[in-house]
């Protein structure tokens, strides 16, 4: 036990000795959680699965890691698991997580039913009082969920895209300041002095966009995305959602489906549609060219631009990014964004992101 004890303290992951038995862990959930209890038990005493005296911080998509980067700076060390551009609805961790949860001093997912794969993977493993925070639960009521084409009522799953709403991602850094705060008080004031800064930008972010709103004609304020990712988003600026062309399954729609956007686009007259070029989309590049509206194909939801350690590559990088590219497609004056500061409040280079 001592030498795989070593090994993992080396890697701070499962070492290959452990690849056969985690390999079938991934066919035998109840395995998950002795790997991660072995994992457990080779934490150094007394450190709580610190990493240098550092809190040690799971999250899973990437807009949520540099959130929490962002109020946590560089006293946390977090570990985005999901990796960008991957689908985070039907995303797997890999049986080696269950070591990175076992070391955890706090867990942080959307919740909303966003990762459950990975919820269940915490769920399992994380030691006991280690807390695992639903931010999506914890910010709206089931009042306020959102369901829609692609997460119907009836199915129970609420649309779990809170953050591209910049209030609702304000509530997250709250949140993620309170409990960084409660884990780690002497590290309290910082953690504010890190929220009160990103709420600062929060704040100019969301009235950068009520101002660039008003100046898109009302009769534009349409939006038809490749995944339907800013319903919460359209209710709090005044947008409508047209339609979304992949839903939480990726699945492709009908025929029929496809022939009712054509008509409605056409009817509505709206200029312009939006794909992604994480998850190329040949049924948008049809129904643009049926319509005549332009095909802007580089919108994301959960892929940071650029890449780690450029001035972009944040959650506020990222909304700058897509309000700009939808916003000016659509007739609107995108020019104030261009001031706008996206670096990091605090911590560059303090989190771990998976590509």
């Given at each position: 036990m001592e030498t795989?004890?070593?090994?993992?303290?080396?890697?701070?992951?499962?070492?290959?000795?452990?690849?056969?038995f985690l390999a079938r862990a991934r066919r035998v959930p109840s395995l998950l959680v002795v790997a991660g209890l072995l994992a457990a038990s080779c934490?150094?005493?007394?450190?709580?699965?610190?990493?240098?005296?550092?809190?040690?911080?799971v999250t899973t998509?990437?807009?949520?890691?540099?959130?929490?980067?962002?109020?946590?700076?560089?006293?946390?060390?977090v570990t985005g698991i999901v990796p960008e551009g991957v689908n985070s609805h039907t995303f797997e961790p890999a049986p080696s997580d269950a070591a990175l949860m076992a070391q955890a001093d706090v867990v942080f997912v959307n919740g909303l039913n966003l990762e459950l794969p990975t919820l269940e993977l915490a769920e399992a493993n994380v030691r006991d009082g280690v807390p695992i925070v639903q931010l999506g639960n914890r910010t709206i009521s089931r009042e306020e969920y959102i369901f829609d084409f692609s997460f119907p009522e009836e199915e129970g799953d609420p649309n779990p895209h809170l953050w591209t709403n910049p209030p609702y991602a304000a509530e997250y850094a709250r949140i993620v300041a309170e409990v960084l705060a409660e884990l780690d008080p002497e590290g309290e004031d910082g953690y504010r002095r890190n929220l009160e800064g990103f709420l600062t930008r929060i704040e100019e972010l969301d009235g950068l966009v009520?101002?660039?709103?008003?100046?898109?004609?009302?009769?534009?304020?349409k939006l038809l995305t490749y995944?339907?990712?800013?319903?919460?988003f359209a209710r709090e600026y005044g947008w409508e959602i047209i339609g979304a062309i992949q839903p939480s399954d990726f699945s492709e729609p009908t025929p029929q489906e496809v022939a009712?956007?054509?008509?409605?686009?056409?009817?509505?007259?709206?200029?312009a549609i939006f794909g992604s070029e994480v998850f190329p989309s040949p049924v948008l590049e049809q129904i643009a060219r049926e319509t005549g509206a332009a095909y802007v194909d580089?919108?994301?939801?959960?892929?940071?631009?650029?890449?780690?350690?450029d001035p972009e590559h944040s959650y506020l990088g990222l909304m700058a990014f897509d309000y700009r590219t939808f916003m000016g497609a659509l007739g609107g004056d995108v020019s104030?964004?261009?001031?706008?500061?996206?670096?990091?409040?605090?911590g560059e280079g303090c989190a771990d992101y998976r590509s």
């Open positions: 795989y004890c070593n090994e993992l303290q080396k890697r701070d992951t499962v070492a290959p000795v452990f690849g056969a934490a150094s005493p007394g450190t709580g699965g610190e990493d240098g005296g550092r809190l040690r911080v998509v990437s807009p949520l890691t540099n959130l929490v980067q962002n109020v946590g700076g560089c006293r946390i060390r009520r101002e660039v709103t008003a100046t898109v004609p009302q009769e534009n304020r995944h339907d990712s800013f319903p919460y009712s956007l054509i008509d409605q686009i056409r009817a509505e007259g709206v200029p580089d919108l994301r939801d959960d892929d940071l631009p650029g890449e780690p350690g104030p964004f261009d001031g706008f500061d996206t670096t990091d409040v605090a």
